[in-house]
């Protein structure tokens, strides 16, 4: 599964933003490259307050994204490939502009437009302190007052993110009743399915209490539950949606983000009467580290197994530092997956990059599923000098401009050329978006395409492999034997993948032939470190 980041992928109308027919005019670099479904990041109406996860109408394309026509286009063309597309929903909130909350805002105190949003009495003397102690996911309060219609301040409402995404009230039928409205609305148009956005935090507690300091630290522990995050009664929802899509023929699917505690919470996202793939973010999160990584990758087959659901595997997204960036930096205490983690340590991009591709042969080779994030086939790296006004992410504002936040993974994509914008738009355009560093230049589509041992080449061939074939995908694995900084897997029939951690060469089967490397053996046919191989053994 390949992500789009629709705004940073393809620019056809040369307004420095990419666009539904310029993901349309590039599907057959996707169909190339082996992808089997895209998923692509909302392209509906918004501010672009949160990058488009600030929605307006559910059911229409942004002006800047094209049309209606463009997205029917866009969607027979990719399934034409064989490609299949899946959406991203928005759930746990709108746009402050969509009518039910301009309706709500406009209505006043009491009235049921309110009751579709989480709108609260503040505390204190005047009412002008928060209802509780929730905080923001971007900094600051979540709560934010609203001025009354008849002027007064009044109100609070409720936003897990920034103030232009108020939360919805799930408890309500008719938000409910809409969602699923929106849900067939897509999959009537032919979209194959969704990728859920905070798919954990849609219930609340209903009396919205304080959180503790272990809740404000975002964990449930053990033996409780969160008042905000991961609760029981979001399942429910999930069951409903189940149903809306195994009524279509072929039955349309959903890929759950959750950012939980456990890899058996998470699997509870994926009981067979759920959804069909949720993030494993522990394989994301984790350091470029043997024991580690085989940590989670036990932890996640063994959960995710108990309720008979794939695996589902990420190293980037447009969250976080991409992965040759992180693992740019020492390895040696975990560090956090942002790019604001990673702001003064220093870096070796030439190892991280080296880290990267031994790590997709890794991914690659697990069972389950894979999703990749747009340009980690390029080895793109995180931008990490944007200057301060190109910044959009709500974070940086919201943290008082102290954290940076992710635009430095959303840089448009270089396509082709010797300097900006790389192809990404056409000759004569608006500059893009975002700026692309001159350095790219040696990373774009077409110089990787002529470069037999570019990351570009290696994806292409191990996405081949993996397609054709039978040990990959789906299945199991049964760890080898080896030392603990080297981890090795055989995959039947006859596949087995190495990756060796250690700064000890690692001698590789004898009876193995080496069908795909991620890097250059060493002089007498040893893996390096920070190498992974993919094998083709007799037994
Ligand atoms: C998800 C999205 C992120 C967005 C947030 C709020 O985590 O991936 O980009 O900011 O939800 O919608």
């Not at 918004?46 to 600030?54: I, V």
Request: glycine share 8%; aromatic share 10%; with cysteine.
């Amino acid at each position: 599964m390949y992500q789009v980041y629709l705004r940073s992928f393809a620019d056809a109308d040369c307004d420095g933003a990419g666009d539904i027919a310029g993901l349309r005019s590039r599907l057959p670099y996707l169909a190339d490259l082996g992808v089997d479904a895209i998923w692509i990041n909302p392209w509906y109406p918004s501010p672009l307050a949160d990058g488009g996860y600030d929605i307006v109408d559910y059911r229409d394309v942004h002006p800047e994204a094209g049309t209606m026509a463009d997205a029917d286009e866009f969607i027979s063309d990719a399934h034409a490939l064989g490609i299949r597309v899946l959406l991203d929903i928005v759930p746990n909130h709108t746009s402050d502009q969509h009518p039910w909350f301009q309706q709500a805002l406009a209505s006043g105190v009491g009235s049921t437009a309110r009751d579709r949003y989480l709108f609260r009495p503040g505390r204190g003397p005047g009412g002008d302190q928060p209802p509780n102690n929730w905080m923001s996911q971007f900094g600051g309060p979540a709560w934010t007052r609203v001025t009354e219609p008849d002027g007064q301040p009044g109100q609070w409402y409720l936003h897990l993110f920034a103030p232009q995404q108020p939360d919805l009230a799930w408890s309500h039928p008719e938000v409910r009743a809409d969602f699923e409205d929106t849900l067939r609305f897509w999959f009537d148009r032919g979209v194959d399915g969704f990728r859920i956005d905070v798919a954990n935090s849609l219930t609340k507690d209903v009396d919205l209490p304080d959180l503790d300091a272990l809740e404000l630290s975002h964990r449930t522990g053990p033996d409780r539950e969160h008042p905000h995050w991961d609760r029981p009664d979001v399942h429910d929802i999930y069951r409903g949606w189940r149903k809306v899509a195994d009524s279509y023929d072929p039955p349309r699917v959903f890929v759950a983000e959750a950012w939980v505690d456990t890899p058996e919470r998470m699997a509870q996202y994926v009981r067979p009467d759920e959804l069909h793939n949720a993030f494993n973010f522990d394989f994301l999160t984790s350091r470029w580290h043997a024991k580690s990584l085989r940590q989670v990758i036990d932890g996640n087959l063994a959960a995710q197994q108990a309720v008979g659901a794939p695996a589902t595997w990420v190293l980037s997204n447009h969250d976080v530092a991409r992965h040759p960036s992180r693992y740019a930096r020492p390895q040696d205490e975990e560090r956090g997956h942002n790019f604001d983690h990673l702001i003064g340590v220093p870096a070796d991009h030439e190892r991280g990059l080296q880290r990267a591709r031994a790590a997709a042969l890794l991914m690659l080779a697990l069972p389950g599923s894979v999703y990749l994030y747009q340009g980690e086939e390029l080895g793109l790296l995180e931008v990490e000098d944007l200057a301060d006004e190109v910044l959009t992410d709500p974070t940086w504002e919201r943290s008082g401009r102290t954290l940076r936040g992710r635009d430095g993974c959303r840089v448009p994509i270089p396509w082709s050329g010797d300097a900006p914008p790389f192809g990404f738009s056409p000759d004569g355009s608006a500059p893009p978006w975002l700026p692309q560093p001159a350095a790219w230049a040696d990373r774009t589509v077409h110089a990787q395409a002529a470069d037999p041992d570019s990351t570009l080449n290696l994806y292409r061939r191990a996405l081949r492999q993996r397609a054709d074939h039978p040990a990959l995908g789906e299945g199991t694995m049964q760890w080898c034997d080896t030392p603990a900084d080297v981890l090795m897997f055989a995959r039947s029939p006859r596949f087995v993948c190495a990756v060796n951690f250690a700064d000890t060469p690692l001698q590789l089967p004898p009876d193995a032939q080496i069908t795909l490397s991620s890097g250059p053996l060493t002089g007498d046919g040893t893996l390096p470190q920070d190498t992974a191989v993919w094998l083709q053994t007799d037994r």
